[in-house]
């Protein structure tokens, strides 16, 4: 069986308890991994690892899935519709006293107690191909096909623009905006460069600019320099990244751009932002 493990810890010092939190979810159990990356977050007296188990839609993948739960002091989150799929993953739980959380359960329970209806429990809806999804793949390739000053010409085509100095998160930001459906593109501007012209062809309300301290992009830019094997210069230079960062932040109070300042920010705290300066909703 095909299983994507993704694992994170939280906290490195060998003192703490181990705990091995499986996901396990019918579909691609996305959300149930962000909510038990928050989760885990607030425990920092424990070394927690997440290992996620998605797409185990059939009580066969199922089995295999319990079977081979690897990991220290073991629990299990799970988002399965099935009842059927409910009921195993309970029963293999408690006959190894391993630790188990129905995590849709309660929220199916509360709405149907709600509208006084029973959920139907069809696992095929979770993998429907809607307009939806089909919005997001095109949003990707959009992302791709205008990351890092690419695809100019179709600038306006954009939900969002983002612009900035090199190594300020642009690319990340522009992906995992457009994975949740959003056209992104993003501008690399630079001394050498300037503000290309596309910029003011299209509207200011799709464009939001990133900046951030000198002295934390200047660590960022001698660390990929070093990386490549390349000498320093201009471009991780302390007084130049000073000027620049400067430079950059006065146009964009010149152009009206609302400004972002990603130091030491999560992609997820920006993205956040800038769907609240341009008004955007959630899709």
Same mark, same amino acid.
């Given at each position: ?14 003192? +703490?308890?181990?705990? $091995? /939190?499986?996901?396990?979810? *019918? ?5 149930? =991994?962000? &909510?038990? #990356?928050? !989760? ?20 066969? +993948?199922?089995?295999? $899935? /319990?079977?081979?739960?690897? *990991? ?5 989150? =799970?988002? &399965?519709? #099935?009842? !059927? ?25 509360? /709405?149907?107690?709600?509208? *006084? ?167």
């Amino acid at each position: 069986m095909d299983k994507k493990k993704i694992k994170k810890s939280i906290g490195s010092q060998s003192s +703490k308890q181990p705990y $091995t /939190l499986h996901l396990i979810a *019918g579909a691609t159990g996305d959300l149930l =991994h962000r &909510l038990a #990356s928050v !989760a885990v977050t607030q425990f920092s007296d424990v070394d927690m690892h997440i290992v996620a188990h998605p797409l185990v839609d059939d009580l066969d +993948k199922l089995q295999e $899935t /319990l079977d081979h739960l690897e *990991g220290e002091h073991p629990i299990v989150i =799970h988002a &399965l519709p #099935s009842s !059927a799929a409910k009921r195993l993953v309970r029963h293999q739980c408690v006959a190894r006293r391993i630790p188990h959380y129905d995590a849709t359960g309660p929220l199916l329970d509360f /709405l149907a107690d709600c509208v *006084g209806s029973l959920p139907d429990n069809d696992l095929s809806r979770l993998h429907k191909v809607d307009a939806a999804y089909q919005n997001r793949i095109e949003a990707m390739e959009f992302a791709l096909a205008h990351d890092d000053s690419l695809g100019l010409p179709t600038l306006r085509e954009a939900d969002i623009v983002i612009v900035g100095v090199s190594r300020v998160s642009k690319s990340p930001t522009t992906l995992y905006l457009s994975s949740r459906g959003f056209k992104v593109a993003n501008v690399s501007i630079s001394p050498q460069t300037g503000f290309p012209e596309e910029l003011s062809k299209i509207n200011k309300r799709k464009i939001v600019a990133f900046t951030t301290q000198p002295k934390r992009l200047q660590v960022i830019r001698a660390e990929r320099l070093q990386h490549n094997g390349v000498a320093s210069s201009d471009y991780d230079n302390l007084q130049q990244v000073i000027r620049e960062v400067m430079e950059s932040e006065a146009e964009y109070r010149k152009r009206g751009y609302p400004v972002i300042d990603v130091t030491n920010r999560t992609i997820e705290q920006v993205a956040a932002e800038i769907m609240d300066k341009l008004s955007l909703s959630p899709r």
